[in-house]
């Protein structure tokens, strides 16, 4: 083994290894989207086997590029893409997610007290033999460079097999450009590359500073007090205020709580957040809500605890490390602790309007049994596994 490892390999053997690698473990969910959207006969053999050659060609022609150019630092670059590449697998596999800009932008915007939640022993094997294997492998090996002459030479080659795969299925880019995006969230590592660039050419592409509302003129002077709770993405289907079987709601049925027929703007919490504050959908950073009402003499407050929302930009901002020095008494692991001392904070208030915002964490998966005190465990089978991919039905139901 020792002698094996001692030995210089060629950067052509080592590109290829690693392409056929990265073709083999890496796309199964690719090719099983290929398959699932193309017909059978030749046709058929030719786009799947054309997007596997091409796709082998093209990982060969950036590996070679960077293991040659870059040495010891491209070694490095070519890890840390496996180690992507484990990741996103395990999320693909196990959430049925598509690695989109949309999705980045949401890696970007998690915290660590969310992202561990995700991860199970699964997503260790994942880890270890698709993504530290593989980096043991690259840097443990001796490579032989070789020659300038050799390095056109092998480019040059795959980039003629990339054009000549391309040339082949002329007839049927239409179909690969229908499928594009689906296809582009499946392909390692290029989904989470590329797409992380998109988002953060979108991030750069919105407005830096919040473009104002007309001023705000308030009418009576009365003392108001507006309440509202944003929570996480759910299925109306399984409220029992829209008709649903089991008694999920029994406290607000008892209040005759209107239920409005409503759509979340999005399922992720960036843009479902934006869509609540924002007087009108726009990409555009347009003053929200809480900020409007703030600067027009409106007293605002926002407790969070969950994340991904606009700029707030408020004195009374508070975070359940804050509501928890303030009540000690209170417990911080569930949403309980944003009504922590707001009683007090409303009576006390010195405006004759108000505005609170509780931003909860509710249903954010996949810890949901994580989320409530044990006697607010009415409902079972109770789902106790973050592999989603595993569970019953009846359990995240």
Known sequence: MVKFLKEKTDLTRISSVLSLFTLVAFHWPFFRLVLGNIEGGFNGVLITGGLGVLMFALNFLVYY???????????????????????????????????????????????????????????????????????????????????????????????AVSLAIALVNMQNWPWIDRNAPKLG??????????????????????????????????????????????????????????????PTNPLLEKDSVTALIADAAATYTTAGVKAILDHKPSNKLYEILPNYLNRSGVDVVWRSNNWGEPPVHIDKYYKPKELKERNPEADDRYDGILLAGLREEILSGSKDKMLVVLHTSTSHGPTYYKKYPPEFEVFSPVCTTVEMSKADPKELM
């Open 65 to 159: 590029l960077v293991l040659f150019l870059g040495r010891f630092a491209g070694k490095c670059i070519l890890a840390f893409t496996f180690i992507g590449n484990a990741i996103s697998l395990y999320f693909i596999n196990t959430y049925q997610v598509l690695i989109t800009d949309k999705m980045m932008g949401n890696v970007f915007n998690t915290r660590y007290s969310e992202a561990s939640g995700f991860f199970s022993w699964s997503a260790v094997w994942y880890l270890l033999f698709l993504g530290v294997v593989p980096c043991i492998y690259i840097f443990a090996r001796r490579f032989d460079y070789g020659s300038w002459k050799r390095f056109f030479a092998r480019t040059g080659i795959a980039l």
């Open 185 to 246: 969230s499946l392909v390692m590592p290029w989904s989470y590359t590329v797409n992380s660039v998109r988002y953060y050419n979108s991030v750069k592409k919105q407005n830096r500073k919040e473009i104002p509302l007309p001023d705000a003129k308030i009418v009576s002077d009365s003392k108001d007090v507006c309440v509202l709770i944003i929570g996480e993405s759910a299925r109306r289907e399984n409220f029992s205020l829209y008709g649903y079987g089991k």
